[in-house]
C-alpha cells in the first residue's frame, strides 16, 4: 500500500488517497481498480485520515447522521398521546415513548404527555434504534439523560463535535477544567453551557467558535489553553478595574 496523502491533507473528490492493498476503506471514501492496482479515492470535500489499517475522510461540514448510542440534545417539536417527536437537527424525526421516560404505567385516557414534556422543552437523550428505515427510537431512561432547564445553547456543525471533544475527551475537559463550567455535548451539535456567570459563558462559547473554525488545523489544543489563559487574566484584571 502506498499512502499519497499527509493527515489532516484537505482533499477533494476524486483525489487519489492511497494505492495498493492492506488498508481498510473508512468513510467518505470509494474505491477503484486501475491497470489491476486498487486505489482508494475520496468521495467528499474533508480531511485525509490514515489510522492503523484504516483510511478515510473526514468532511467539513455536513448535517447529522444518528448512530444508536449517540447522545443528541434535541427539542420537544410534537406532543402526541404516547409518544414525543424531537427535533434532532438531522433528516430524521426522533421518536421518544413515554415507556423510555418514566418508569411507571402511563394511562393516555386520563393523561397527558405535556404535563411530563412539553413543546419546546429541551432534553439530553440517548439514540437506542435506528436502521434508516424509520426514524431514530430514543430514550431517557439512562445516566445524565434528562429534561434541561437552563442553560446557553450552543449550535455547531456537527462533523466537528469530535473534535470539540477531542481524542478521549480532551477537548472538552480541557474547557470545563480551565473555566469551572459545566459543559453539555450532543452528538448533534448542540452544546449546553452552565457557568457561574455571564462573563465565562461568553469565554467557553468563543472558544467553542475557535476550535470549530480551526478544527482542521494541528496544535489546536495548545492553542486552546493559551487562548484561554489570555482571555481569563484579561477578564481578572477588568474584574480588579471595576473594583
Known sequence: MTILVTRN?????????????????????????????TEICASMIGLAQVRKDRIGVVPLEGCYIPLEGDIVIGKIVRVGVTSWNVDIR??????????????????????????ILQMG???????????RTRDPVLTLQGRGLRKINNGRLVVVDPVKIPRIIGKKGSMI?????????QIVVGQN?????????????????RAIRKIESE???SGLTDRIREFLEKEKKGLSKRSEEDE
Open 9 to 37: 491533507q484537505l482533499v477533494i473528490p476524486g483525489d487519489i488517497l492511497a494505492r495498493g492493498s492492506g488498508f481498510k476503506a473508512g468513510g467518505g471514501v470509494y474505491r477503484k481498480t486501475v491497470n489491476h492496482e
Open 215 to 217: 478544527a482542521h488545523t
Open 189 to 205: 451539535g448542540r452544546i449546553i453551557i452552565n457557568a457561574y456567570n455571564l462573563e465565562t459563558e461568553n469565554l467557553v462559547e
Open 121 to 131: 422543552d429541551i432534553i439530553k437523550a440517548q439514540i437506542t434504534y435506528f436502521d
Open 173 to 181: 475537559q480541557l474547557l470545563k477544567n480551565m473555566t469551572n463550567a
Open 90 to 115: 438531522g433528516p430524521y424525526v426522533g421518536t421518544l415513548r413515554v415507556g423510555n421516560v418514566i418508569d411507571r404505567d402511563f394511562d393516555s385516557l386520563r393523561e397527558s404527555l405535556d404535563r
